[in-house]
C-alpha cells in the first residue's frame, strides 16, 4: 500500500540523506572532543588532585568529598565573585541582548538599501577584532591623556584615571562588550526579518497601521521565536563573563569590581595549580547555570509558547 510504503521510506535513510547528514560530522566531532570528553575531568572536583595523577585511577585516588565546594562557599572570595559576576552578567544581559534587537529593529526601517547594507556590515567588524587589541583600545581610549579625557576636557570635567576606579569598571565592561558584540549578535535577528512576507505589511499600510504598529503586530511578533531562545541561553550564561577582556582590564585598584567565577578559577587552577579547587568552582557554577536554563526554558514556555525545548 502507498502509506506503507511511505513509512518504510521514512525508516531508512537514502544516499542524499547520508550525504546531508555528514556536514554534521565535523561540528560533531568537535563537541565531542571539546564538550563531552573533558566532562569526565568533572572528577577532580571531588579529589585531592595534584599534577600528574591518573584521575581514573579511583581505587588509589585520593578523595575530598565536597571539600573544595566548602572551601570556596565559605572563603571570603565566594560574595565578591559572586556578586561581581551577577552584576556584570544582568548588566550585559540588559544591554547587550536587546542591543542587537533594537538595533535589527531600527535598520529594518531604513529604506535605502546601500546604506542599510554598509551599516550593517560595519557593525559586523568590531566582532572580528582581537580581545587584545579591543582592551588596548579602553586603556589607551580611558588613559589620562586618552581620547575620553580630551573629549571631557572640553566641558570643564577634570581628567582621570577610569579604569583604575573599580566604580567605573562596570560600565566600561559593559560598554566595551555590548559595542564588540551587538552588530554580530543581529545577524540571527536580520535573517529573520528578511522571512517576513511584504504583503503582511503591504495589508497593514491598507488597514492604516502606522510604523510602530507594524513593528508591534508584525515584526515583534515574527522574532518571538528567535528573542525566546537567545533569552534562554543567555540566562542560562548570566554566571559566564568575558574572561580574557576582564583580565586585560584588571587592576589591583578595581578588584573589588572586576573579580569574578572565571577570573578565580584562572587565577587558581592555571596560576596557583588548584586544580581540584577551581574545577569545584566550575562545576558549582555550571550547575547554577543549568539550573537557570531549565527554568528560563520553561517560564518561556508557558509565556511566549517557545524555547529551547
Do not use: C
Amino acid at each position: 500500500m502507498p502509506g506503507r510504503d511511505l513509512t518504510k521510506r521514512r525508516g531508512r535513510f537514502t544516499k542524499e540523506d547520508w550525504s546531508v547528514y555528514s556536514f554534521l560530522i565535523p561540528g560533531a566531532i568537535l563537541i565531542i572532543l571539546f564538550s563531552y570528553i573533558p566532562m569526565f575531568g568533572l572528577v577532580m572536583a571531588f579529589q585531592n588532585y595534584r599534577a600528574g595523577d591518573n584521575i581514573f585511577d579511583l581505587a588509589n585516588a585520593k578523595w575530598a568529598g565536597l571539600k573544595y565546594f566548602k572551601q570556596y562557599l565559605g572563603s571570603i572570595y565566594f560574595t565578591r565573585t559572586f556578586t561581581n559576576t551577577l552584576r556584570l552578567s544582568v548588566l550585559n544581559l540588559i544591554f547587550g541582548f536587546t542591543m542587537p534587537i533594537v538595533f535589527a529593529l531600527l535598520l529594518n526601517e531604513v529604506r535605502n538599501l546601500r546604506f542599510k547594507k554598509s551599516v550593517q556590515t560595519i557593525s559586523y567588524l568590531p566582532h572580528f577584532i582581537s580581545t587584545v587589541v579591543v582592551a588596548g583600545m579602553v586603556i589607551s581610549f580611558t588613559d589620562m591623556n586618552g581620547l575620553i579625557n580630551n573629549f571631557l576636557s572640553l566641558f570643564g570635567v577634570q581628567a582621570q584615571e577610569w579604569l583604575v576606579k573599580a566604580k567605573y569598571f562596570p560600565t566600561i565592561y559593559t560598554i566595551t562588550n555590548v559595542w564588540k558584540g551587538f552588530g554580530f549578535g543581529s545577524i540571527l535577528y536580520f535573517s529573520s526579518l528578511s522571512s517576513i512576507d511584504p504583503q503582511m505589511y503591504e495589508a497593514a499600510r491598507i488597514d492604516g497601521a502606522n510604523r510602530w504598529q507594524q513593528i508591534r503586530y508584525i515584526t515583534l511578533p515574527s522574532l518571538a521565536f528567535i528573542i525566546a531562545v537567545q533569552l534562554v541561553m543567555k540566562t542560562g550564561q548570566i554566571l559566564q563573563s568575558n574572561r580574557d577582556l576582564i583580565l586585560l582590564l584588571y587592576r589591583s585598584s578595581n578588584a573589588t569590581m572586576s573579580d569574578t567565577i572565571s577570573t578565580y578559577i584562572y587565577r587558581q587552577g592555571i596560576e596557583g595549580g588548584k586544580y581540584s579547587l577551581a574545577t569545584a568552582v566550575g562545576l558549582f557554577s555550571s550547575a547554577i547555570s543549568l539550573v537557570l536554563t531549565f527554568i528560563t526554558n520553561t517560564i518561556s514556555n508557558k509565556i511566549s509558547g517557545y524555547g529551547l525545548w
